[in-house]
């Protein structure tokens, strides 16, 4: 398989004037992770802080209030939640990778919030995902994965450690056994749906999270995810979105 670096097209016009996220092949990935790895340096993107920004409706979810920089957070089956995780990072600078989630394109992750101009996308990792993984930690603070596989142990433990060493956040598409931190939705409810017709045009969705450690105390919160404006926020108090609120359907 070749080397070839392309450029994602700009898919909507909501991103003209963004640049487009880098279309990575695998064989590719540690030359351009350490690119990036030196614009992040020269840039004065790294950071000391031990904590990745999230959105402030996850916040409270997280014992720090935001993602622990050398951890792995799981975050249940691909959904809106994985790209919110990843979208405040991004904003602040943070350079983020998506790989093994070709579903994920530019549009979806510019709506979640996330900079275009500052994202790889790797569609197909392919059998030595883990050593592609360990290449875009290294250039990258934050990496968005879906194993093409469940991890054995011992893979686990090597790309827990490619995690602490550069003090990045993997978030796993998915199950991580021995996660820091695992967010799931447990239950959700549609707007916009009525008797057998009806566009769907938002979601108040139950996450919980839960992990090791601090983390160790389960935490739920009700949430927009999305809301009707597409945006993610705290959808527990009555006035939230009300004008949707008698439309809420529960699909479980």
Do not use: K, Y
């Not at 709506?111 to 101009?117: H, N, T, Y």
């Not at 392919?126 to 592609?132: E, N, R």
């Not at 093409?148 to 142990?153: C, D, L, Y």
């Amino acid at each position: 398989m070749g080397t070839e670096v392309t450029q994602v097209p700009q898919v909507t016009p909501s991103l003209a004037a963004a640049p487009a996220a880098a279309a990575v092949r695998r064989g590719d990935a540690v030359r351009q992770s350490r690119h990036l790895l030196a614009q992040r340096r020269q840039d004065g993107v790294l950071s000391s802080d031990g904590i990745l920004p999230v959105l402030p409706a996850l916040r409270e979810l997280l014992p720090a209030g935001g993602l622990q920089r050398g951890s792995v957070a799981a975050a249940g089956h691909w959904s809106l939640l994985c790209l919110a995780l990843a979208a405040e990072a991004s904003a602040a600078g943070s350079w983020c990778a998506v790989a093994g989630l070709p579903q994920a394109g530019v549009a979806a992750a510019a709506d979640a919030g996330l900079d275009p101009g500052r994202m790889l996308l790797v569609s197909e990792p392919g059998p030595g995902w883990p050593q592609v993984v360990a290449s875009l930690l290294d250039g990258c603070e934050l990496v968005l994965l879906r194993p093409p596989e469940p991890p054995s142990a011992p893979v686990r433990r090597r790309v827990e450690a490619t995690v602490r060493r550069f003090g990045s956040v993997l978030v796993v598409a998915g199950d991580w056994e021995g996660a820091q931190v695992r967010l799931l939705v447990t239950d959700q409810e549609w707007a916009g749906i009525g008797t057998g017709h009806g566009r769907l045009r938002a979601r108040r969705a139950r996450v919980v999270a839960d992990g090791r450690g601090a983390s160790a105390r389960p935490r739920a919160r009700w949430l927009w995810l999305p809301a009707s404006d597409g945006s993610v926020a705290v959808a527990d108090h009555a006035g939230d979105h009300g004008s949707f609120r008698n439309e809420l359907r529960r699909t479980g």
